[in-house]
């Protein structure tokens, strides 16, 4: 695609695809909006109307720091999984190994769509910090990692 190309718009504060406008509205209507490929966004632009996923534009990732990937992890069970996050198409868990030669912290996750009872659909790897204070700035690093795709 050149950087003037477009399949989708905006118009009224919503995204449409080109041919999902509202009937009587057309490219040409000054309202209309294009969202050009060299255009940057932090997320996908989706159809209001058919839901289509617009990834022809450029996506700017967000980089997460230990203050703002703390709040995407929920509190789970409060046994054996301390915390678990559900980011774009991965799940992360946030666990505490208390058996005595490996105890500490430790981050595990998969694709979403990965079966949870399979072992060999999770990575996993260990977070410095004593219990009740995980280390999110490693944490940070990982995710940023992981949903980087390096
Ligand atoms: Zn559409």
Redesign the pocket.
């Known amino acids: 695609m050149y950087s003037y190309d477009y399949e989708a718009v905006v118009y009224d504060g919503e995204i449409?695809?080109v041919?999902?406008l509202p009937e009587g509205v057309d490219i040409d209507d000054p309202e209309v909006m294009p969202i050009f490929a060299d255009s940057e966004w932090n997320h996908v632009p989706v159809?209001s109307?058919?839901?289509?996923e617009h990834d022809y534009v450029t996506i700017i990732r967000e980089e997460y720091t230990a203050t703002t990937i703390q709040p995407r992890f929920q509190q789970a069970h409060p046994t054996d999984i301390a915390a678990e996050a559900h980011i774009e198409s991965r799940y992360f868990l946030l666990g505490w190994d208390d058996s005595p030669h490996n105890m500490g912290y430790y981050l595990e996750w998969r694709y979403e769509d990965d079966d949870p009872d399979n072992e060999n659909s999770y990575d996993d790897a260990a977070i410095d910090g004593p219990q009740g204070s995980p280390d999110w700035t490693q944490i940070a690093k990982i995710v940023n990692g992981v949903l980087g795709g390096y």
């Open positions: 449409y695809c041919d999902c159809c109307v058919c839901g289509t």
